[in-house]
């Protein structure tokens, strides 16, 4: 055989063996690139079921508002206690006939303290991401807390106009007063039961 076809059929058997080993390179590339690619859907899956938050749980609304509560309560419950107190105090001075403008308005200021107070109670819980289960339950205690504390602004407003020069205006002022304060005992049992139900305790007066 000719040298010069010798030598033309070595180059094309290594060009064919270079092909092939090229073909099989490529074949354990791809076969790799795959492979990392699984291995990358994997961890970005494990990541992501490690990253996501644990579901909400009532006892976590509850620990939270219970610590909402510990922080407020001291306020609601000074200011309550003061505005009975002070009503007690106008309630004696008007069977005596000593009743005084700055009592009564006394009396107005510790319930628009009151009303504050509770306001804020409400504004703390209302923040606290609430889980779906208890949703419903709290939007209501929170919407008993919002009425009692309208019913103390509004005794506040009325005992507030107040004026004892004026008779007439004065006697509705304090039984437009006196309606609203008998809306307060039950609400503010119903909030606080509410929350009772809902293993809140701290809010209790």
């Known amino acids: 055989m000719p040298a010069g076809k010798d030598e033309e059929e070595h180059h094309v058997a290594a060009e064919d063996g270079s092909a092939g080993h090229r073909h099989r390179f490529a074949k354990r590339i791809g076969g790799l690139i795959g492979i990392l690619a699984a291995l990358a859907g994997i961890i970005g899956l494990v990541i992501t079921v490690m990253d996501r938050p644990e579901p909400l749980k009532a006892e976590d609304w509850a620990s939270e508002a219970n610590a909402a509560c510990e922080r407020e309560i001291g306020a609601l419950t000074s200011a309550t206690l003061n505005a009975q107190t002070a009503l007690l105090t106008v309630q004696t001075n008007i069977q005596a006939g000593t009743l005084t403008d700055q009592q009564v308005k006394d009396a107005a200021w510790y319930f628009d303290s009151a009303a504050g107070a509770l306001r804020k109670i409400n504004g703390e819980l209302r923040r606290i991401k609430r889980p779906g289960e208890i949703e419903n339950e709290v939007d209501e205690v929170i919407d008993k807390g919002v009425e009692l504390s309208n019913v103390m602004s509004r005794v506040a407003v009325n005992l507030s106009q107040v004026s004892l020069s004026e008779p007439a205006r004065s006697l509705e002022l304090l039984g437009a007063a006196n309606t609203e304060i008998q809306k307060a005992d039950p609400l ?18």
């Open 188 to 205: 503010l049992s119903q909030w606080q039961e509410g929350l009772q139900a809902l293993d809140v305790t701290s809010c209790d007066t």
